[in-house]
């Protein structure tokens, strides 16, 4: 059974930093790309930023120069390294990983940049 599980949400002051977690049961990051996304409050679910199997990765302008993914396959763990918060960022976090079996996502992990 594959599980996503995201940790690392909370709360910060604008212009601060974050870094989420997504770590993986029941199957292995390393051969299958995965990204992050994030829904805000009255708004369509948005792609934050992709990593492919070869580590090639892709970023929504909005986030660009600012979040950086990342995986570590022997901890099977990706991360979203957030830098530099703006309120507009304030979301619910997801992860998803596409498989040949179709895409999972995680339970969601709550961002909120306020003052």
């Known amino acids: 059974q594959v599980q996503l599980v995201e940790s690392g949400g909370g709360l910060v002051q604008p212009g601060g930093s974050l870094r989420l977690s997504c770590t993986a049961s029941?199957?292995?990051?390393?051969?299958?790309?995965m990204g992050w996304y994030r829904q805000a409050p009255g708004k369509q679910r948005e792609l934050v930023a992709t990593i492919t199997r070869g580590g090639t990765t892709n970023y929504a302008d909005s986030v660009k120069e600012r979040f950086t993914i990342s995986r570590d396959s022997a901890k099977n763990t990706a991360y979203l390294q957030m830098n530099s918060l703006k309120a507009e960022d304030t979301a619910v976090y997801y992860c998803k990983i596409v498989t040949y079996g179709g895409d999972y996502w995680g339970q969601g992990t709550q961002v909120t940049v306020s003052s």
């Open positions: 029941g199957i292995s990051f390393r051969s299958f790309g």
